[in-house]
């Protein structure tokens, strides 16, 4: 995940904003009932047109401990927060190691189940991520047994809108491409007519060309690429990433900037923040794509994210849109306003 430099917003006009969305996201999340969820489009290009996505996991729970902390009511707050943001999808993700594998511990499969109806109380579709943190592409019939215990419940259901197959799949990795190629078309027998994709990180577009060609006789609905370069390749990387993706809809389903991990003054880290969210956001939209998906709602409090690499970098404490104690980053506002179509 790259530093950026600030591309030349007007602070002063980021500072109102911020102060704006401040009074508006801190008020109390409505206990009434949700407006109603729309139908989910059944056309990857207009269902990935119309996404504004926001990826997500607690403060206090990143990764598995989202499930092994599990807090409905800091969820249900988050999700008002999401939505108040003018989003209309959460991204979720699933890792087996935390679920059971192969077969989904009933206990987490109730806790899936109850972020899925807290999504849909606040009006926001669901993005599933499965098989995060995942290695065993050998094992396909685990892979299938672990599938089909978690998703044969929402057959048909309306507020799924995207299941993602897994995070981040290496196309340099014969065996997690081969794995893909089997479980995309399985999933889409547990799942019929559930739109499907499959992410890559910030591969270079030559690893992405590969990538489409792997999955030729199994591509997903849409392509899913994750881009956190320099903001001033942007508009040339994704020009390339959206060519190799050719008919198929391309979406930016994560992107962002962390105001933690380096010296520097916080005010300034976060207007270059904001900064990188407007840079991403202005050549998506000349690309003619979506607004692409920030990563993540709120920064990380300390010890909440389980032992790991990333748990030993001071950077991924600090991509949320929101610090801790729940105040919005100017980045929120440029969020807000690229929703809105601004």
């Not at 119309?50 to 009511?73: H, I, Q």
């Not at 499907?196 to 577009?205: I, L």
């Given at each position: 995940m790259s530093r950026a430099r600030t591309v030349g917003l007007t602070v002063a006009i980021l500072l109102v904003a911020s102060l704006i969305l401040a009074l508006a996201l801190t008020q109390p999340a409505s206990h009434g009932p949700a407006r109603q969820l729309p139908a989910v489009p059944k056309s990857p290009a207009v269902l990935v047109?119309?996404?504004?996505?926001?990826?997500?996991?607690?403060?206090?729970?990143?990764?598995?401990?989202?499930?092994?902390?599990?807090?409905?009511?800091?969820i249900d707050r988050d999700f008002a927060r999401i939505r108040a943001l003018g989003a209309n999808t959460v991204r979720i993700i699933i890792q087996p190691s935390v679920f059971g594998f192969p077969t989904v511990r009933p206990v987490m499969a109730d806790h899936l189940s109850e972020v899925i109806g807290l999504a849909?109380?606040?009006?926001?579709?669901?993005?599933?991520?499965?098989?995060?943190?995942?290695?065993?592409?050998?094992?396909?019939?685990?892979?299938?047994?672990?599938?089909?215990?978690?998703?044969s419940r929402y057959r048909d259901d309306p507020r799924i809108a995207v299941v993602e197959l897994q995070n981040e799949v290496d196309p340099q990795n014969p065996e997690a491409v081969a794995w893909v190629t089997t479980m995309l078309p399985y999933l889409s027998t547990v799942l019929p007519g559930t739109l499907?994709?499959?992410?890559?990180?910030?591969?270079?577009?030559e690893v992405f060309a590969l990538f489409t060609q792997e999955l030729k006789n199994s591509p997903p609905d849409f392509w899913d690429y994750h881009y956190y370069g320099p903001p001033g390749d942007v508009y040339s990387v994704l020009s390339c990433i959206k060519a190799l993706a050719a008919s198929r809809p391309l979406f930016v389903g994560e992107t962002g900037y962390s105001t933690d991990g380096t010296p520097?003054?916080?005010a300034a880290q976060e207007q270059a923040q904001a900064a990188y969210y407007q840079a991403i956001f202005t050549a998506a939209a000349a690309l003619g794509l979506p607004t692409p998906a920030p990563w993540i709602l709120n920064d990380f409090s300390p010890g909440a994210i389980p032992p790991s690499q990333t748990a030993d970098d001071p950077a991924q404490y600090g991509f949320g849109l929101f610090q801790l104690n729940g105040t919005p980053k100017p980045a929120a506002a440029v969020v807000r306003a690229a929703f809105s179509g601004k």
């Open positions: 047109r119309d996404l504004k996505e926001v990826n997500y996991y607690p403060a206090a729970g990143g990764w598995t401990y989202m499930w092994s902390r599990f807090d409905p009511a800091a849909a109380r606040h009006s926001l579709w669901v993005h599933l991520t499965l098989f995060d943190l995942w290695s065993r592409y050998t094992d396909i019939d685990g892979s299938k047994e672990w599938m089909s215990s978690l998703l499907r994709t499959v992410s890559t990180a910030s591969v270079p577009p520097g003054d916080q």
